[in-house]
């Protein structure tokens, strides 16, 4: 059954929206990108998710904010004609299923195209986000093929804070690559807080990282990765982003899941990375 009584689809701007409320949080998913938009749980009913303002909506530029797939690599390829982050935010993805039960409604995605130019794996990527008292996100990278195949992904998530100058990140320990320090290696701060542009490769499986943002708290908990990157683009960059008001950057961190040393599967193999936001 493709529809449940939980959920409905609706068209914003050019693009179909896949709407869930059940009795434990409502959320929303564009199908263009397989891209997560929001997600609300009824017991505080407040948003974990950002969405910037400016974000396109009309299907040819990736959104955003919220979710984006990034697959099946991360990131800039290695050949430049390639686009940035993979190719599956920017298809229209199929609704292959959805179910609801006493914790909540399960939807299954895949995209049009799982393999397309840039990769050679036999792949088949699906996507099954669960909408209940948390928000569980699973992306299953499937070997249909012969070969062994290796990929690198990012739930890239943005999340929605009150002021990033009040936002403290715990849980994350050990070295990390600063993008913007020419990828040169430091260890994790203690008090991890934010005062500048940070784009972080934490090269660990990091099963938990807490967003105290003030008195508010979000927890995203991982597995099946290998990093967790942290990024915040500060107002410099903000500004020179058409899809990000000036001031963006004030109200929004990225905390994602990542594999960026890359995956092997084998054939006949499926390998899954989760994220499980509360």
């Known amino acids: 059954m493709l529809l449940t009584d939980s959920t409905t689809i609706i068209t914003r701007s050019t693009i179909q929206i896949l709407q869930i409320d059940n009795a434990l949080a409502t959320a929303e998913i564009s199908l263009f990108g397989g891209h997560i938009l929001s997600f609300v ?4 009913n407040r948003e974990r998710l950002w969405v910037s303002p400016k974000a396109a909506l009309d299907g040819k530029k990736a959104i955003r904010g919220g979710v984006p797939i990034c697959w099946p690599w991360f990131g800039d390829h290695k050949d430049s004609h390639y686009p940035a982050h993979g190719y599956v935010r920017n298809q229209n993805w199929q609704i292959i299923n959805s179910k609801d ?3 909540g409604t399960t939807v299954t995605l895949r995209p049009n195209a799982s393999v397309d130019d840039g990769f050679s794996g ?9 909408v209940g008292e948390n928000l569980t996100i699973q992306l299953h990278t499937e070997n249909l093929g012969n070969h ?4 690198n992904c990012a739930l890239h998530s943005y999340f929605s804070i009150v002021d990033i100058n009040l936002c403290q990140l715990a849980g994350i320990e050990g070295v990390y690559l600063d993008k913007t320090r020419g990828y040169d290696s430091f260890d994790t701060p203690a008090l991890y807080n934010f005062s500048e542009e940070t784009d972080r490769v934490h090269l660990n499986k990091t099963p938990q990282v807490d967003i105290t943002d003030g008195p508010l708290l979000t927890s995203v908990c991982s597995t099946g990765h290998d990093s967790i990157i942290v990024w915040n683009p ?8 058409a899809d990000m008001s000036d001031n963006g950057y004030l109200s929004m961190v990225c905390v994602e899941t990542a594999i960026t040393q890359g995956q092997t599967v084998n054939p006949g193999e499926t ?7 509360s």
């Not at 749980?41 to 505080?44: G, L, S």
């Not at 062994?148 to 990929?151: C, E, K, L, P």
Request: a neutral charge.
């Open 122 to 130: 036999d792949a088949q990527l699906t996507l099954v986000v669960e």
């Open 41 to 44: 749980p009824k017991r505080d």
């Open 271 to 277: 390998h899954v990375v989760e994220q499980v936001i």
């Open 101 to 103: 039960s006493t914790t």
């Open 234 to 241: 500060w107002q410099k960059k903000s500004i020179s982003m």
């Open 148 to 151: 062994t195949f290796s990929y």
